[in-house]
């Protein structure tokens, strides 16, 4: 079968009826027409960065493995870029991402920075529970994260990850701040958070020593390092996905399984993305704040007692 809109003709789909996942039933038709109807808002995120897929040839769940150099029998319209020892490919188009699909790759990683930059553009707070039944923790982590963004004037976006958790994305453009920065950004989050809720969050390492508390992992925003995509699928029973929501969505009725590939495809129907700003906002005061706190200047010391 071929893609009918000219841009994509020489993306050809093969078999289109292999089972991708067995519940809900989605096909690979299904799943690439998923693709092309979130591209419009997954590619930006998509574009110029190093791709890392994770691509399940047998479908969900089985065999999985990652893939960060592009395959010699890629066609000749894929890009790639070089990065280190990988020939990554970069998908910056609906054809390279229909391609993709069609390879069975389920999920798409991106590194927080762009080919050829060595700073990120975003800060990204990866809230990632032991387990699904402590998706609450996940949620009080977010919201009281919002608390003090919003107190700082910042601008953050809450998506799921699909998985287990939650994750807060924070576009740094226009900022000048380098990896080193947002590390102290961000383990000023975590130490303000772990302060003031010692039960229940920890920046503990080792998972023998946090219990049943959430993560804040603020070590893992560096170079190399990489985050699910927005509308990315999830390799997991249940076809959830990494989707961006509104920040009134994130409260004690949300639930992972309820933002699926064929829910997400009605939802993007009915709104605009939750996202759709994202590279234009600039959060003109998060380098005042990160020069503050090179300081050692208390910043809202007390901004998470509510």
């Given at each position: 079968m071929k893609i009918l809109d000219k841009p994509l003709q020489d993306a050809e789909i093969?078999?289109?009826?292999?089972?991708?996942?067995?519940?809900?039933?989605?096909?690979?038709?299904?799943f690439i027409s998923y693709l092309a109807e979130v591209s419009r808002f997954m590619l930006p995120f998509l574009e110029n960065r190093a791709l890392t897929a994770i691509?399940?040839?047998?479908?969900?769940?089985?065999?999985?493995?990652?893939?960060k150099n592009c395959p010699d029998y890629a066609p000749e319209f894929i890009q790639t870029a070089t990065v280190?020892?990988?020939?990554?490919?970069?998908?910056?188009?609906?054809?390279?991402?229909?391609?993709?699909?069609?390879?069975?790759?389920?999920?798409?990683?991106?590194?927080?920075?762009?080919?050829?930059?060595?700073?990120?553009?975003?800060?990204?707070?990866?809230?990632?529970?032991?387990?699904?039944?402590?998706?609450?923790?996940?949620?009080?982590?977010?919201?009281?994260?919002?608390?003090?963004l919003d107190r700082l004037e910042i601008t953050g976006y809450p998506k799921l990850s699909g998985s287990?958790?939650?994750?807060?994305?924070?576009?740094?453009?226009?900022?000048?701040?380098?990896?080193?920065?947002?590390?102290?950004?961000?383990?000023?989050?975590?130490?303000?958070?772990?302060?003031?809720?010692?039960?229940?969050?920890?920046?503990e390492r080792l998972k023998k020593k946090r219990g049943n508390r959430l993560y804040i992992d603020y070590v893992q925003h560096a170079?190399?390092?990489?985050?699910?995509?927005?509308?990315?699928?999830?390799?997991?029973?249940?076809a959830t996905v990494a989707v961006p929501l509104r920040w009134e969505e994130v409260n004690e009725s949300l639930r992972m399984e309820h933002y699926t590939i064929p829910s997400v495809l009605g939802r993007i129907a009915r709104g605009?993305?939750?996202?759709?700003?994202?590279?234009?906002?600039?959060?003109?005061?998060?380098?005042?704040?990160?020069?503050?706190?090179?300081?050692?200047v208390p910043v809202l010391s007390s901004a998470g007692r509510h």
């Open positions: 093969t078999h289109p009826d292999k089972i991708v996942w067995k519940q809900p039933p989605i096909d690979k038709a299904l691509r399940f040839p047998h479908g969900v769940p089985g065999e999985s493995f990652f893939q280190g020892d990988h020939r990554y490919i970069i998908c910056n188009d609906l054809a390279t991402l229909i391609w993709l699909g069609n390879q069975m790759t389920v999920e798409y990683h991106v590194p927080f920075q762009t080919i050829g930059s060595d700073r990120p553009l975003e800060i990204v707070f990866d809230l990632d529970p032991a387990d699904r039944s402590d998706f609450p923790l996940a949620v009080k982590a977010a919201l009281q994260i919002k608390k003090i287990r958790g939650l994750q807060i994305h924070i576009p740094t453009a226009g900022s000048g701040l380098t990896y080193p920065d947002s590390r102290i950004f961000t383990s000023f989050i975590a130490r303000l958070l772990v302060e003031n809720f010692p039960a229940d969050f920890t920046t170079p190399g390092k990489t985050i699910i995509c927005p509308y990315s699928p999830r390799g997991k029973e249940g605009p993305c939750p996202m759709q700003d994202f590279f234009r906002q600039e959060n003109r005061s998060l380098s005042t704040v990160v020069a503050s706190l090179k300081k050692q």
